[in-house]
């Protein structure tokens, strides 16, 4: 039998595109919070924050993916540093990042009274609002630290009613794959040069947010009759700065195209009314839909299966940090 070459090439280019066309093609912004830096290892700060900042930047431009970083304005004013570590945040901006506020000092809305929490607010976007002003118009975006919105609804009514006085919009998520139980393990991992255990880290917590990106793949389609553009939220860290990479790359093999915040709140979903008053304090989330119909907590077995890994790791020492 004479072997065809060019008929085998129709063939599979065929099968290419057949695989692509099954694809599912969805939308995701990337958010990333407690900027500048999240520092979970021994050493001076800003080399850390330097080197993380670079990697997380370069691998957003790799793939295209427009995120917007939530800062912590007090990180600023630690250790005689303000400068240095304002430039970290003007690297953000000068590739083409927004920046939103996540208040000054990182607090539990529950744990303040609503003047409290304003003044947060107020502090937490002199600086921000600053590097941003080459930007303006822009829009605004506040997120809440640890998503806690109030725990009573005068006290969530109140906060809401101020952000939307000061031009800010409230950003949600959809997709949260509790990184910071990974971080400290994996950054003292790395320190102490301990490759096999990292890369189990790793590799349990990459698994752990594509499970979590199924499940909120599969679940808004039951609140809202389809799926919606994704909210990713990450934090700023040397966990995600080593995994953002293969994390954006098996994103887009789901069939994500990552867009900007702008765009995925803009999409009918997110013009919901959150009712949902947050009491619990420390409940570790993969993430919600805090839409329509409520939260949706996904208690689902791949975090307990994730979680209890690394409890089960020997010489590790789990902290939790905010």
Known sequence: MAFNTQALIVLLFGVVISVQAQTTRRTMAVTIDDLPYVKNVDGPYLPHARAATSKILNTLKKHRAPAIGFVNEGKLEESGQREQRIALLRQWVDHGMMLGNHTYSHPDLNALTVEQYENEIAKGDVVTRHLMRARQPYQLYFRHPMTHTGDTLEKKEAIEK????????????????????????????????????????????????????????????????????????????????????????RLTERGYTFVTLDKVMSDPAYETKDTYVNRNWGKLKLGQLRLEKGPVTLSIEAKDKARGEILELKHVQLTRVK
């Open 162 to 249: 101020f952000l939307a006085a000061r031009g800010y919009k409230v950003t949600p998520h959809t997709i949260e794959n509790s990184d910071f139980i990974f971080n400290v393990p994996y950054a003292q991992a790395v320190q102490k040069g301990d490759a096999a255990l990292a890369k189990r880290l790793r590799d349990a917590y990459l698994d752990l947010t594509i499970a979590a990106t199924e499940f909120a793949e599969k679940i808004s389609p039951q609140i809202f009759g389809r799926e919606i553009p994704q909210l990713l939220l990450i934090h700023s860290n040397d966990l995600n700065a080593d995994c953002l990479d293969e994390l954006l790359q």
